[in-house]
């Protein structure tokens, strides 16, 4: 999948198309340089899964854990209840804190979970995920989207 955008109003509509590209995956690692808006395209898929909670970069906690507010049944069904898991590495300096948090219990459980600067803990990622490039480009984004 491959999505260009030129304003942020646009952004719904990318993260209706990485739910709906990729239905019934659960984990998406996000790459890109900082600004280029990660935590802004997360914000918007935790809005599109029912999340209600105020969605943040999760820089010093490492993860964040938000709730999945309301039911949608379709390609993807949503749950009431059902968490959502916001990873940001950026401020990791070993992967030896990724283990300290418990990254397993978290990235094999099923739930939906959403990392930010994924570069720092790729050799933790598990083997099938939809990676999520994102390029900035004379003003405009461009997403990149593959299962791997």
């Not at 659960?26 to 029912?50: D, H, N, P, S, W």
């Not at 990873?87 to 418990?102: T, W």
Request: charged share 30%; net charge negative.
């Amino acid at each position: 999948m491959k999505v260009e955008i030129s304003n942020i109003d646009q952004l719904p509509a990318v993260a209706e198309a990485l739910l709906g590209e990729f239905p019934g995956e659960r984990f998406y690692a996000f790459f890109g340089k900082m600004g280029v808006g990660k935590t802004t395209l997360i914000k918007e898929l935790c809005r599109q899964l029912g999340v209600e909670d105020n969605v943040s970069s999760p820089t010093f906690a490492i993860v964040n854990e938000y709730k999945i507010e309301r039911d949608r049944s379709g390609a993807n069904d949503f749950m009431a209840g059902e968490p959502v898991y916001h990873f940001d590495f950026y401020r990791l300096k070993s992967l030896a804190e990724a283990y300290d948090i418990g990254y397993e219990e978290y990235f094999y459980s099923g739930s939906w979970c959403f990392t930010e600067w994924t570069e720092k803990i790729e050799p933790l990622l598990p083997e099938h995920y939809v990676r999520v490039d994102i390029e900035e480009r004379e003003g405009t984004r461009i997403f990149t989207a593959n299962t791997i």
